[in-house]
């Protein structure tokens, strides 16, 4: 089994969410952020988390929500494109653009599709 390597270099940039169209911000706490803050949607770019070597670029749409112990909230996420699956921890406590604690309540409460 191939360990999971998270690369962080060159890679926590702005950028527009391809779902809502809001303008994201780069988190400030020395991780990466990869999903819109506003609507929770990413794209799929990763391989590896953080290394942007995934050709898809399809939506991801967050499908679930989970509560880690280690991680806090967790954001599930299938790629409407290829079906990629993958989990991103929320980022609630980034002090210039946390994540919506409205749209992570109405994830929650949603069914799994």
Not at 20 to 27: I, N, T
Not at 43 to 71: I, N
Request: glycine share 8%.
């Amino acid at each position: 089994m191939t360990a999971r390597r998270f690369t962080v270099q060159g890679t926590n940039n702005a950028f527009i969410c391809a779902h809502c169209g809001a303008s994201v911000q780069p988190l400030q706490n020395g991780s990466v952020r990869n999903h819109c803050p506003e609507c929770l949607h990413s794209l799929h770019v990763d391989v590896q988390p953080g290394d942007r070597a995934s050709d898809c670029h399809g939506v991801m749409v967050p499908v679930g929500v989970e509560q880690s112990g280690k991680k806090g909230w967790v954001i599930l996420y299938r790629c409407q494109k290829c079906g990629f699956t993958g989990r991103n921890k929320a980022a609630l406590d980034d002090p210039v653009q946390p994540d919506s604690w409205d749209a992570l309540v109405a994830l929650s409460s949603r069914r799994r599709e």
